[in-house]
C-alpha cells in the first residue's frame, strides 16, 4: 500500500476541493441556465398562442393564416399550424400530421411527428382551440439546444482549467507547507543533534501559523537552553561548593578521632556537626527549589495573605530584635489569592533571613503587603549593602553568589527559591536599590 507524504495528501486535498467546487458552481450555472431558457420559452409560447388565437376570434382563419404567413418571415424556428380532431395540418409551418391526438395544451416540449425531420426536432409549443379545429403554436429548440450546448462546453472548460489551477495550487501549497516544515524540522534535527543554538525563525513579513508554531518552538529551546546552562552551573557550582564543606568534614573527623583530651575532641566534633548542618541546608534548599518548579497551580488555595504575613512577622521580629535590629511591619488591606501558604512562607523567610545577614548591626527590616494593579506585592527591606543592578540576574540563580571568595555562610540558593515560589505563583521576584540596602519584592497576581 503506498504512503502519501502529508504534503502530497495536502496536495490532493487541494485538487479535490477544486474540483468538487467546480462541479457544484457548473452544476448551479447549467441548472440557472436551463431554467431561465425554459422559463423564456414558456412565456414567448403561451405569448405567441394567445397572440394568434386573438387574431383567429377577430378575423377568422383567414386573418390567423396571414399572421402566420408573416410571422414566418425571418423565423426559421417559428411552429405555427392548424390541425383537425385527427392532428391532420389544414394550414401554417409544422408537420403534416401530429404524433398525437390535439387537446388544448398549456406549455410542453415534446416531437411533434412519428418520423421524418420533424420526429427528430423537439419543439417547445402550445395548443389552442380555434373553432372545431386546434392551433398549434411554438418554437423548435434547435437555437435554445445549441446555446445549452455552448453552455455546456464552456462549463466543462471552466472545470479543466479549475482542476489545472487546482493541481497548480496544489503543489505551490505543497512546496509552501514542505519549506516551513523542513525548516522546522532542521532546527529540531540540529537541537536533538546537540546544537542548542539553532532556531526557526520566521520569515519576514510573516505572522502566519508557522510562524506561531517556529516562535512557540523557539522560545521553548530558548527555555531549554536556559536551564541547560543553569545546570551546568549548578553542577559546577555543588562540586564546588561541596568540596569544601566535605574536605573540613573529613578534616574535623580526622582530628576528633586523633583529639588527645576530650576537650578538643569536643570541639572537633563540634565544628563536623557544624560542617554537616552546612551541607544538609544546600541539599534541603535543593530539594525546595525542585519541589517549587514540580509543584502545579492546582496545589495552590485561596488564603489571606495578610494573615499570613502577620504569622511571620511574628515569628522574625523577635528574631530581629535579638540581633539588634528594627522590624517594621506595613499591611495594608489585600484581597484573598490563591497561594502555596509552605512555599510562599518559606521565601519570605529566606528573604528575612538574607535581610538578617546583611543589614548590620543597629539596621532596620521592613515587611509589607500591598496591593495595586491586580498584583500582591510582598516586600522586605533592609539597610545593607544591597545589589547592584549588574549583579541582579545572578543573584537570583542557583549558587549566584555575589561573593566571589566565598567568604561568608550560605550557598547562593536564597533568592533563587525565592524567584521559582514567585514563578509558582505566576508572578516574580523583583530587586531594587533601598538607597541604601535591598528591596525585595515578591509579585503575585490575583484573580
Same mark, same amino acid.
Given at each position: ?25 457548473? !452544476? ?16 414567448? +409560447? ?14 377568422? +382563419?383567414?386573418?390567423? /393564416?396571414? /399572421? ?37 395544451? %398549456? ?7 412519428? &418520423? ?21 403554436? !411554438? ?10 450546448? $455552448? ?14 489551477? !487546482? ?6 501549497? $505543497? ?5 516551513? *516544515? ?38 521553548? *529551546?530558548?527555555? #531549554? ?11 559546577? @557550582? ?19 578521632? @586523633? ?13 563536623? $556537626? ?8 544546600? *541539599? $534541603?534548599?535543593?530539594?525546595?527549589? @525542585? ?11 485561596? *488564603?489571606?495573605?495578610?494573615?499570613? =504575613?502577620?504569622? =511571620? ?36 523567610? &529566606?528573604?528575612?533571613? &538574607? ?51 566565598? @567568604?561568608? %555562610? ?9 524567584? /521559582?515560589?514567585?514563578?509558582?505563583? !505566576? ?16 509579585? #503575585?497576581?490575583?484573580?
Amino acid at each position: 500500500m503506498i504512503r502519501l507524504s502529508i504534503t502530497a495528501r495536502l496536495a490532493l486535498l487541494a485538487v479535490a476541493l477544486a474540483l468538487a467546487s467546480s462541479f457544484v458552481i457548473a !452544476g448551479f450555472v447549467w441548472q440557472q441556465t436551463h431554467d431561465d431558457a425554459i422559463g423564456q420559452l414558456r412565456r414567448d +409560447t403561451v405569448e405567441q398562442a394567445d397572440t394568434f388565437a386573438a387574431v383567429w376570434r377577430s378575423g377568422g +382563419t383567414d386573418a390567423l /393564416a396571414q /399572421a402566420i404567413s408573416d410571422a414566418q418571415e425571418g423565423d426559421d424556428s417559428l411552429v405555427a399550424e392548424v390541425v383537425d380532431g385527427q392532428g391532420q395540418r389544414r394550414l401554417g409551418v409544422g408537420p403534416d400530421r401530429l404524433a398525437f391526438v390535439p387537446a388544448a395544451e %398549456p406549455f410542453r416540449i415534446d416531437t411533434l411527428a412519428l &418520423n421524418g425531420d420533424w420526429g427528430q426536432r423537439e419543439v417547445g409549443f402550445a395548443i389552442r382551440p380555434v373553432g372545431r379545429d386546434w392551433l398549434v403554436s !411554438g418554437r423548435l429548440l434547435d437555437d435554445w439546444e445549441r446555446a445549452q450546448r $455552448t453552455i455546456e462546453r464552456a462549463l466543462l472548460l471552466a472545470i479543466l482549467l479549475s482542476v489545472l489551477l !487546482g493541481v497548480a495550487a496544489g503543489l505551490v501549497l $505543497t512546496r509552501y507547507v514542505s519549506t516551513r *516544515l523542513n525548516r522546522i524540522a532542521g532546527a529540531v534535527d540540529a537541537v536533538a543533534a546537540g546544537d542548542l543554538t539553532r532556531r526557526v525563525g520566521t520569515v519576514a513579513g510573516g505572522g502566519d501559523a508557522f510562524d506561531r508554531l517556529g516562535s512557540r518552538i523557539d522560545g521553548m *529551546l530558548d527555555r #531549554i537552553d536556559r536551564l541547560m546552562a543553569e545546570l551546568r552551573i549548578v553542577t559546577d @557550582s555543588i562540586a564546588h561548593d561541596l568540596r569544601s564543606p566535605i574536605a573540613r568534614l573529613r578534616a574535623r573527623a580526622e582530628a576528633a578521632s @586523633s583529639a588527645p583530651t576530650p576537650a578538643q575532641r569536643d570541639a572537633a566534633l563540634a565544628g563536623l $556537626t557544624a560542617e554537616t548542618d552546612l551541607v544538609m541546608r544546600m *541539599l $534541603t534548599v535543593l530539594l525546595e527549589i @525542585s519541589r517549587s518548579e514540580a509543584v502545579t497551580r492546582d496545589a495552590l488555595v485561596t *488564603l489571606d495573605p495578610a494573615g499570613l =504575613i502577620e504569622e =511571620i512577622a511574628d515569628l522574625y521580629a523577635p528574631v530581629a530584635e535579638d540581633a539588634g535590629l528594627r522590624f517594621a511591619l506595613d499591611i495594608q488591606p489585600a484581597p484573598p489569592a490563591r497561594l502555596h501558604r509552605e512555599l510562599l512562607s518559606q521565601a519570605i523567610a &529566606n528573604l528575612i533571613d &538574607n535581610a538578617l545577614r546583611h543589614a548590620g548591626q543597629g539596621g532596620e527590616i521592613a515587611l509589607s503587603l500591598s496591593s495595586a494593579d491586580g498584583a500582591l506585592r510582598i516586600t522586605v527591606a533592609d539597610r545593607g549593602p544591597g545589589i547592584a543592578p549588574a549583579d541582579q540576574d545572578r543573584a537570583r540563580s542557583r549558587f549566584g553568589r555575589l561573593d566571589s571568595a566565598r @567568604s561568608l %555562610p550560605g550557598a547562593g540558593l536564597g533568592l533563587a527559591l525565592v524567584d /521559582a515560589v514567585a514563578r509558582l505563583h !505566576g508572578g516574580r521576584l523583583e530587586l531594587a536599590d533601598n538607597d541604601p540596602g535591598l528591596i525585595a519584592a515578591i509579585v #503575585i497576581p490575583y484573580d
